[in-house]
């Protein structure tokens, strides 16, 4: 096996529990699994529309330059995005009261 053709593979499933690291961070409990399921629906889109927009780049700028840049790209801004505008939640521990816990 050669390993370079692996690396990136393998840093695509490292990448994965981030996704929900970052969710479990900064989204109150109750709202966990719709921000989730948000989460995952936007993926599956680009999942969908990136093969027919890589293709038609290749068929049309006949390299694959123009797909690794725009894919590049992305990336640059998702992290600039993360960057920006992700804050992590508040600390405050919940009363039991507000944690629907009767006593």
């Keep these: 096996m050669n390993s370079p053709s692996h690396a990136p593979l393998f840093a695509l499933c490292l990448s994965g529990s ?6 479990q961070d900064t989204v109150p409990g109750p709202k966990l699994g719709s921000v989730g399921g948000c989460v ?3 993926a599956n889109c680009a999942g ?5 927009v890589t293709g038609v780049l290749i068929q049309q700028s006949h ?3 123009s797909a690794f840049a725009l894919a590049g790209g992305i990336a ?3 992290v600039l995005a993360v960057m920006i505008l992700l804050r992590p939640r508040s600390e405050r521990r919940l009363q039991p009261s507000e944690a629907g816990i009767v006593r």
């Design 18 to 23: 981030t996704y929900w690291a970052l969710i």
């Design 48 to 52: 969908i529309v990136g093969p027919v």
């Design 40 to 42: 995952h629906a936007i």
């Design 63 to 65: 390299t694959f330059f």
């Design 76 to 78: 640059l801004a998702s």
